[in-house]
Structure formats: structure tokens, C-alpha cells
């Protein structure tokens, strides 16, 4: 045998009982880990985690708790006032050691919330990522709520360390039915993109948006219970009306549905892509534009009033008159029609919108804190401009048409 037929035989064998080297799995708990803090801004290596981890002997749990309150804490903060349904409870919140304590009027810590869990005073620990919406928040509100009512002596104290086995009075949805059409699914996650970037109108009236088989009225947004909140009611034909509401400081797509406890969530296809679809067409493709008047009569001269007279001469003298400006809703798209109602009050009615600014300006704090009422973050050289109306009944509805029927292949 040759030196070459040797070394190729010698080559082979080794390849053929060369070891195999199994890449090792990932830790399900490790990418839960790092999933849970670069939401809230916080990137670090896997090997630092479990280096971090170990050195301190923690849990994951432990370490996110930890990693969340060092670098992020003013997310977690911003979470607690966006997520939290705090009416109806005195409650404080303010960033402390190990978490936001929720404290009462009398300065006594009620609840203390981290990342991964909130702990109660009474003892209970309820789990869950604190850090993004869920139904973790209605149980904490749940126990808080019941606590309450007993300091008031109207309710039993609850059992320590129990989180409640009935279900909450509300529910909040954070992912789209999986029932619903790939198609349906992702106009309305395109939707809930368009809202949460480019929204630059709020109404301070009831909207309603009719189609061919059903229809979606929104009220006025509101942050009542605490998040701000886009209430609505979608109306099918022949079918029992859904009444439900956007959530809309929801940080990802689709923005959070909050809805009744017992309504199953395939049920809510329609009404939440719908509502999505509807909200952003009316909220993100309009502006207001500013429009003149005809120039009106100068007044003529009276007798009685020589400065009156003299304006009125002056005026009829250049050819001039008084220019009324005005803003109204024009959209740049066909999609909605508003009825004859609705396209005279436009006339007189400015709905809330962000304004540009001059090079330099910048916007007030009561203008900043009237668009985080509606959900609206203000860009660079941007105010807000609250809604007005003038002659425009309190109660007056806006009503539009959508001549551009969506496909609701949801419910096909």
C-alpha cells in the first residue's frame, strides 16, 4: 500500500470516528431573562447573566427583579401608571429599593412591584411580567381593592398568599385571536402601528363609523381607570353589540384590548381588528387645514359715531374687510364620508391635534400634559391643541361612512 492510500485510509477513519459536538441548548429561562429586560432597555450578554446569576446565587426571577430596579426603574414606574387601574384606591406610587410601592394616604406601603411579581402586604405574591399589560394587573387590583373595602369594615380580610381563583371583571388581551385570517390579522397589527407613530387627532365627542353590516361608535378617551383608554362599541347586524376598549399607551401590536371576564377571546376577532382599522382611519389620515373666509362688508359710516364712521371709510377706501380663519378635518383619503350633520359641524368644530412650532419654540407643560391625556407623545417643535367648538351642541355626535368596506375575513 502506498503512502498515499495510507494517509487517505488514515483520514477517513478519523473522520468517521471523529466525536460529534452538540451545540448545547438554549435556556428557556435565560432568553425569558433577556427578552423581559430589553423591553425596558436593558441588553446584556447570556454569559453575563448566568455569571451575575450565579455569583449572587439568584434566581432568574431574582436577577431580573434586581437588573430591572438598578437600570430601568423609571420603566417599571411608567408601567405601573400605564397598566395599573388605580381608580377607586387612594394609592401612591414612588420608586423604591427593591420596586414601585403603591402606598396608601397614610404613607403605608400596600403592594411593592417588581419586574417579575408584585407582593402584597397582606402576604399574597402574585407572578407575572410587570413590565408589559396582562391579567396579573386585575389581580392585583383584585386583592388591593378587597383589602380596601375591609379597612373600610365593609369586606373579611382575604387569605394571605392566595392569588383569586375568580375571574376578574375584566380581562386585557395583549395578542390577536389565532381564529382570525392571516389577511384580517395583519391590516389590523398595521393598523395598531399606524395609532401608536402616526395618531395626531383626539375627539372629545362620540365617533361613529358605519359600513355596509355593522358599525363602531368611540367615545371621548379617557384614562378613568387608570391607563388611557380608547372606549368603543361594535355594532354587527343581527348580532349582540361588543362593548370593549383600546388600551392606548400599549407599547407593541397589537394595542391591548380590555373587555369583559366572560366573553372568550375567538369572539373578539371582528370587534378589536375592526376598532383598530376604524380608529387609525380616522385618526391618522386627516389634518386640519386652515381655510379663509370671503372678505366681509366694511361697516358704513353713522352719524353718531365719528370713529366709527372713519373705520368704516378707511375700510371701504383700501377695498379691504375682515378674513375669518378657520380650521377644518380634511382627510386624505376617500375612505370616510361624514354625513351632512357631521360636515356642517366640521365647519365650527376643531378637534384636538398637534400643532408644528417655530424653529426654537417649544411646547408647554400643560400642552405636553393635555396630549399624555390622549395617549400622544409630542415630537420636537410640537404642541398640542386642545378640541373647540363653537356653536356645536354638547352632545352632538360625529357620524362617518366608510365607503371603503375592509375585508372582515375574520368572520368569513
Known sequence: MSHGSKLRKKRRYRYETAPIVRQPDVDPESARARTILSSVGVDRH?????????????????????????????????????????????LYASKGRRGIRLCGQDLRPRAVIQATRARLAI????????????????????????????????????????????????????????????????????????????????????????????????EPISNRRGPVELPFEYLPTGRTAIRAALRLRTPGDPLALVCPAEMPPSDLADAWGVALLAFAELTC??????????????????PSGRRGGRRGRIAARRGEGRRVHRRHLSYSSTALEPSVATARFLDSYVAGHRRRLVEGARASDSAKRAAAEVGVDLRPQETWVRPHARGVPEDAELRFRWTENPRLAAAA
Open 285 to 302: 389620515g386627516a389634518e386640519l387645514v386652515a381655510s379663509r373666509s370671503e372678505p366681509a362688508e366694511p361697516r358704513a359710516s353713522t
Open 46 to 90: 447570556e454569559r453575563y447573566l448566568e455569571l451575575r446569576r450565579e455569583a449572587g446565587r439568584l434566581s432568574w426571577d431574582e436577577l431580573i427583579d434586581q437588573l430591572v430596579m438598578q437600570h430601568a426603574p423609571d420603566a417599571l414606574l411608567r408601567a405601573v401608571c400605564e397598566y395599573f387601574d388605580a381608580s377607586d384606591l387612594p
Open 123 to 218: 402576604g399574597a405574591t402574585i407572578p407575572g411580567d410587570f413590565t408589559a399589560d396582562g391579567r396579573h394587573w386585575n389581580w392585583l387590583r383584585h386583592l388591593l381593592l378587597v383589602e380596601h373595602s375591609r379597612e373600610l369594615g365593609s369586606a373579611p380580610r382575604p387569605v394571605a398568599a392566595v392569588v383569586p381563583s375568580t375571574m376578574p371583571e375584566v380581562q386585557v388581551l395583549t395578542e390577536f385571536p389565532p381564529a382570525a385570517a392571516p389577511s384580517f390579522r395583519a391590516e389590523a397589527l398595521s393598523a395598531s402601528a399606524r395609532i401608536r407613530t402616526e395618531r395626531s387627532l383626539a375627539f372629545d365627542r362620540a365617533v361613529t363609523v358605519e359600513a355596509l353590516d355593522y358599525a363602531v361608535r368611540f
